[in-house]
T-cell receptor, first 114, second 114 residues
């Protein structure tokens, strides 16, 4: 069975410092992996996705993630945090044979201090 | 904005009430989804519709009844709900419900059952 684990429920950084949000997945086959962001009172928005092409994926707003099969990880990073990055972030896996079914992690709340 | 709208944005109902949540997408997509987002729990997929046919029902109680009259509209009819059904209900759409597709989310309806 496929699953995804976000290792931190809450991460706090200072503005201008790097961001690292950790995600590990479990999948019997090559999965599709996504990161979504949810700002308060807004719907989820796609940040980036991995679909078996390049292992380093660049997304919107300066975020990127690296697919590491040997570590079953798909961590989200950003070199320099901005106040507007404060939100909840979800790591998501799609089983390769179940199109349309997204399996969500529990979410990581990112706080950015001035 | 994502092109997916949901009404109402907030709803308070008693356990004996009947109400409906509405979702509309303006993206020309053929697949639509209902998710439940409860505090401290991962998003749960409730229903999937593709070309107006239900293709997935994740063991959702019968007090939740979906309806998809056309590819642009999705409803969730609610009756005799329980307090534990209080949550944020998110609607999403995607082009075909296929593997690796990005899903586009609405802002959600925050439901409180008294």
């Amino acid at each position: 069975a496929q699953s995804v684990t976000q290792l931190d429920s809450h991460v706090s950084v200072s503005e201008g410092t790097p961001v690292l949000l950790r995600c590990n997945y479990s999948s019997s086959y090559s999965p599709s992996l996504f990161w979504y962001v949810q700002h308060p009172n807004k719907g989820l928005q796609l940040l980036l996705k991995y679909t078996s092409a390049a292992t380093l994926v660049k997304g919107i707003n300066g975020f990127e993630a690296e697919f590491k099969k040997s570590e079953t990880s798909f961590h989200l990073t950003k070199p320099s945090a901005h106040m507007s990055d404060a939100a909840e972030y979800f790591c998501v896996v799609t089983p390769y044979n179940q199109g349309g079914k997204l399996i969500f992690g529990q979410g990581t709340e990112l706080s950015v201090k001035p | 904005e994502t092109g997916v709208t949901q009404t109402p944005r907030h709803l308070v109902m008693g356990m004996t009430n009947k109400k409906s949540l509405k979702c509309e997408q303006h993206l020309g997509h053929n697949a639509m989804y209902w998710y439940k987002q409860s505090a401290k729990k991962p998003l749960e997929l409730m229903f999937v519709y593709s070309l107006e046919e239900r293709v997935e029902n994740n063991s959702v109680p019968s007090r939740f009844s979906p309806e998809c009259p056309n590819s642009s509209h999705l409803f969730l009819h609610l009756h005799t709900l329980q307090p534990e059904d209080s949550a944020l209900y998110l609607c999403a759409s995607s082009p075909f419900g296929a593997l690796q597709e990005t899903q586009y989310f609405g802002p959600g309806t925050r439901l409180l059952v008294l």
